[in-house]
């Protein structure tokens, strides 16, 4: 099956830790997406890369960091910079300038 | 920058009625604009996008939406609602100063559908 898929489905961070979210995509799209969503304020851009070895920050980056070695996979680490990480993350990726294909999400609390 | 605006948090209607979730946007150049659906604790589902050609498009479920460029708007229609269509509806922009990789996302508004 093609699709998008992210790992863990949940996930338990305590304070000071980093944690890393996994992403992988096997429809061949070049670009790839981060979203936070919290409720009430829909998602928010993380971070995006249109290719392979490179990546742009999206609008609440800080906190935040990616690397982007294989197309098929872009993961997210959270780092314990970012103060109030408890949300659902949410990873996209899409043909240019087409539609966007979502994963499961990942859902991470802070202990 | 670019930006979408969904005013409504949340709209009802009677199963059976029409439906109308309202979007409006703002970006540079061309908008491409999409409409997403999402039920709870799952990512989102792509339902139609505009992208050029006829204002009207129609997409999955039964939806569409028409883009209106002097309005700036791209509302999500249906003719007759279905309790199964309660869900969180996002429109979303491509385009603007970000270039056509960066996608711009609504607050979202949730549809309830009442029986």
């Known amino acids: 099956d093609g699709g998008i898929t992210q790992s863990p489905k949940y996930l338990f961070r305590k304070e000071g830790q980093n944690v890393t979210l996994s992403c992988e995509q096997n429809l061949n799209h070049d670009a790839m997406y981060w979203y936070r969503q919290d409720p009430g304020q829909g998602l928010r851009l993380i971070y995006y890369s249109q290719i392979v070895n490179d990546f742009q920050k999206g609008d609440i980056a800080e906190g935040y960091s990616v690397s982007r070695e294989k197309k098929e996979s872009f993961p997210l680490t959270v780092t314990s910079a970012q103060k109030n990480p408890t949300a659902f993350y949410l990873c996209?990726?899409?043909?240019?300038?087409?539609?966007?294909?979502f994963g499961p999400g990942t859902r991470l609390t802070v202990l | 920058a670019q930006s979408v605006a969904q005013p409504e948090d949340q709209v009802n209607v009677a199963e059976g009625n029409p439906l109308t979730v309202k979007c409006t946007y703002s970006v540079s150049g061309n908008p491409y604009l999409f409409w997403y659906v999402q039920y709870p604790n799952r990512g989102l589902q792509f339902l139609l996008k505009?992208?050029?050609?006829?204002?009207l498009v129609k997409g999955s479920y039964g939806f569409e939406a028409e883009f209106n460029k002097s309005q700036t708007s791209f509302h999500l229609k249906k003719p007759s609602a279905l309790v199964s269509d309660s869900a969180l509806y996002f429109c979303?922009?491509?385009?603007?100063?970000?270039?056509?990789?960066?996608?711009?996302f609504g607050t979202g508004t949730k549809l309830q559908v009442i029986p």
């Open positions: 505009y992208i050029t050609g006829d204002n």
């Open positions: 979303a922009v491509r385009g603007g100063d970000g270039g056509y990789q960066k996608v711009t």
């Open positions: 996209a990726s899409s043909p240019p300038p087409g539609e966007q294909f």
